[in-house]
């Protein structure tokens, strides 16, 4: 900084500052490092995978062309898998619903026929002999089987349609009580949209006369006209 010195009038000094002039100093580009280099992303690597080692674990972006065919074609495939087990899953249940579960079914029109056989006085004194008796003194099953263990036997029966458009369920199964065994003949028929309703359901056990529960309009000429077919009598 420069200082000038300037006389006046009176004997004192006046010191008078000015600014130096700005120097300019080129300014020099760092030259590159290795350091520097090294600090700049590098390309990533692309990973490829087949469809039985891919885990899932390799972002899709990492993957090469030819793994995300892989990744897609196992990804497919599981989705198919899981659909096939949903409809699996769904047609178990609608078969379960439409043979035990709905009141249509021939497991629950079985169950109904059963307890009015057991509530019968009459058929329970067939049954079980003279006196009073309880509903589980009579058993009730379907077709005999060689296996001792098999409790859950198949129900005979068959359903035809007439002329009418009228379904028609013919079935018969067996009961048992501690004095004699007979044998449950069931015609049940049902108009399109309605409901099973009873035709006959009668007892028939060896050696003593037809006990009739449920018949409608009195013994018809078809239920005289008694036939066999495969050995069993059907009404």
Known sequence: MAIKLTRQSHPSLRLTL??????????LSRPATTSSLASKP?????????????????????????????????????????????????????V?????????????????CADKIRKDAKCLELLCGPGLHGKREVEAFGEPSWSRWARNRRIASRVEVDRAGVEHMKMHFYVK????????????SKVKGGEWEYEMLALDVPGQQRMWVEKRGG?????????????????
Do not use: C
């Open 42 to 94: 590098s390309p990533t690597r692309k990973s490829t995978v087949s469809v039985f080692s891919d885990d899932g674990r390799v972002p899709w972006n990492s993957l090469t062309n030819s793994g995300k065919v892989a990744r897609a074609t196992q990804q497919s495939f599981n989705f198919s898998l899981i659909f096939i087990g949903l409809g699996a899953t769904i047609g178990v249940f609608t």
């Open 96 to 112: 379960l619903y439409l043979e035990v579960f709905s009141p249509s079914s021939k497991t629950a029109i079985f169950n109904r």
């Open 219 to 235: 013994v018809r000429e078809e239920v005289k006209r008694q036939g066999k077919m495969f050995g069993v009598r059907w009404n």
């Open 177 to 188: 009580g501690k004095a004699a065994e007979g044998t449950v003949q069931v015609h049940m």
């Open 18 to 27: 000015r600014p130096a002039p700005a120097l300019l100093v080129p300014r």
